[in-house]
């Protein structure tokens, strides 16, 4: 190849990769923005709380079952077809909750938009693997830092176009990304279809079991309990019975695919609880508004935004299990910060969140590597699918999880020895359950991979 081609497709590259990106916080904040919404919304239709919960609800039930279907379709079918069909459908939904005459019409459109942004996590994700010559673990470490990013600067986003305009421009922002489908179309290679079909059977049990597990996790459902038992049960049978099941059993059975997703889900759990409880903590002790709340969080998804390059350099260098090693104790520590300092000063509180964010992009760009080698590529997409839904199941299970605890009315015991009493405790202690929980992933990773750097 001669210098001009190879500048030609390094070009190239750089193409996929900074439209890959842009499209990926589109969909990420797209799930953040609406937080700050919601009140605004409620007022706008007259809804109760109960009714207005089903904008976040309808929108994360379906973009988290989504996330592994397309990770499924991503294993047959080219790519660039995928994001033609999910941008399209993305944009389509927020076209229809920018004009929804009624509160029917808004949840409709905010499915249309769940069942389009599902596509984008796990087709990212499979982009360095499958298309990408080289720069694999750079591409990781960017997909990393720009999830961090626009979660961090989504409420912020949402707050500000909020604020200004209306909620209905939330909405606008995202019909942009159907300008991206025609470079979709053009900068991606023509793949051809593979052999092979979609267990519909597997794919409607794997749908049910997590719709049932999301409604244990916000409602403590006993019925809800009842429906996960019995889909699981008929799932392990169905992948243990049909010829080509919706979720390959052995990749199930490999001890490095497993472990790794076990620590990250953890270490991620940590993350989205963080970002779940600051505001409320922010709110509840320091009695801050939603733009003073993100600016103090805008430090941290900034930096994690700026790491990609180099978090992508480490893992060439030294592999992804080094990188998630890592990104557990930088959560650790952030964590650790958050409990000692709760309540303190509102610098402090950015300090920790900062240190926390660090290990974010680490941890999710490590684990990507990993999955991408340890798996065939003919188990890459699902299992990018399910490295996505966990993602998400992660945010869901910190959110009910941490927010039932924030619920008690009083705590006298201190888990941290350095920290004072008072209104913050129970916030303290949270933070050192996180502290505990990702001491415990790093020593289960690590002494799973092993202490020394090993590929």
């Excluded at 961090?152 to 707050?159: A, E, R």
Aim: proline share 4%; with cysteine.
């Amino acid at each position: 190849m001669g210098l001009q081609q190879k500048n030609e497709s390094h070009i190239h590259q750089k193409r996929i990769m900074f439209l890959t990106c842009t499209i990926l916080a589109f969909a990420v904040m797209n799930g953040t923005m609406f937080n700050v919404a919601i009140p605004d919304i409620s007022e706008s239709f007259q809804l109760t709380p109960a009714q207005v919960s089903w904008v976040v609800t309808s929108f994360t039930t379906v973009f988290a079952i989504g996330t592994l279907i397309y990770g499924k379709l991503a294993d047959l079918y080219p790519i660039r077809r995928l994001y033609t069909i999910g941008l399209s459908l993305f944009s389509l939904g927020a076209l229809i909750g920018f004009m929804a005459p009624n509160f029917e019409t808004l949840i409709v459109a905010r499915i249309f938009q769940a069942l389009g942004a599902a596509s984008v996590p796990p087709l990212s994700f499979i982009v360095p693997a499958r298309i990408l010559q080289n720069g694999r673990g750079k591409m990781y470490g960017y997909l990393a830092s720009t999830i961090a990013f626009a979660s961090g600067i989504g409420p912020i986003v949402g707050g500000v176009i909020g604020g200004t305009l209306h909620w209905r421009y939330i909405f606008l922002l995202s019909v942009l990304s159907a300008f991206s489908i025609p470079l979709f179309r053009k900068w991606f290679p023509h793949e051809a279809k593979q052999p092979g079909r979609i267990d519909l059977v597997g794919a409607a049990l794997v749908a049910l079991s997590v719709t049932s597990l999301l409604f244990i996790i916000t409602t403590v459902s006993g019925i809800s309990f009842l429906c996960f038992v019995g889909c699981m049960a008929l799932l392990i049978w169905r992948l243990k019975s049909t010829r080509d099941p919706f979720i390959d059993p052995t990749m199930l059975r490999m001890k490095k695919y497993t472990v790794t997703m076990t620590t990250s889900f953890l270490g991620t759990s940590i993350v989205f609880g963080l970002i779940f409880l600051l505001p409320i903590m922010l709110r509840d002790l320091y009695d801050l508004s939603i733009l003073e709340i993100g600016f103090i969080l805008f430090p941290g998804a900034l930096v994690s935004g700026l790491m990609g390059q180099w978090t992508g350099k480490v893992i060439a260098l030294r592999g992804g299990h080094s990188i998630v090693r890592y990104g557990l104790l930088f959560i650790s520590a952030g964590a650790l910060f958050l409990s000692t300092f709760a309540g303190e000063n509102t610098l402090l509180i950015t300090i920790g969140l900062f240190i926390a964010y660090l290990g974010f992009p680490l941890l999710q760009s490590g684990t990507a590597d990993l999955i991408s080698t340890n798996l065939s590529e003919k188990q890459n997409g699902v299992g990018m699918g399910l490295f996505n839904l966990l993602n998400f199941l992660a945010g869901a299970f910190s959110s009910a999880l941490f927010g039932k605890l924030l619920e008690r009315d009083s705590v006298s015991f201190s888990m941290n020895p350095f920290t004072g009493v008072g209104e913050s405790l129970i916030y303290s202690n949270i933070f050192m359950v996180f502290t505990m929980t990702g001491l415990v992933s790093f020593v289960l990773f690590s002494i799973f991979y092993g202490l020394r750097d090993q590929s």
